[in-house]
């Protein structure tokens, strides 16, 4: 029973050494964004960020992005539609031909004045990806220029093509 109990003891006084040290690998974020109005059935691009990594060698699977719900609805000239999705992807910005880091898809939901829905759904007949990385090397420098691009559905019945602003917030993020 005494040999439990001290190696307990190691063990707490362990990890409270670890946390004590400074760490030496960490991630950047972004503040919070809100997405600006945009034209369903075509691409947006969010605004650039500058992240800094831990490593020089960045590759896609050491980025990627926060999205959250926020209450802003599609307006009633959208058809309600469960069907309805938002596709993101996220960019690091290059000399000419940027690298898609990311592609993540999404739902609408019908049942709450058509808000933007911001949980992963699977579905077996319309898989919903949430996140698929692409592997794609970054950058060797340690820095990144990380954006998004996201399309809303634009559904036969909709009357008009403008999504508004604040649709979702989001944070953009490097390890």
Request: glycine share 6%.
């Amino acid at each position: 029973m005494r040999h439990k109990s001290t190696v307990l003891i190691a063990a707490v006084i362990s990890v409270s050494t670890i946390r004590a040290i400074p760490a030496l690998a960490y991630y950047d974020i972004t503040n919070y964004r809100y997405s600006t109005e945009a034209t369903a059935g075509s691409y947006h691009e969010e605004g650039h960020e500058y992240l800094y990594g831990s490593i020089k060698r960045i590759d896609s699977g050491h980025t990627g992005y926060y999205i959250y719900g926020t209450g802003v609805g599609l307006p009633n000239a959208f058809v309600d539609d469960d069907s309805r999705r938002i596709i993101i992807k996220l960019y690091e910005a290059d000399y000419g031909i940027d690298d898609l880091a990311s592609t993540s898809e999404f739902v609408f939901d019908s049942t709450s004045t058509n808000n933007f829905n911001h949980y992963y759904q699977p579905d077996p007949l319309n898989p919903i990806n949430y996140p698929i990385q692409t592997g794609a090397l970054l950058e060797t420098d340690g820095v990144v220029e990380m954006y998004l691009k996201f399309r809303v559905q634009h559904l036969p019945g909709d009357s008009s093509y403008t999504i508004p602003s604040s649709l979702f917030s989001y944070r953009l993020w490097v390890d």
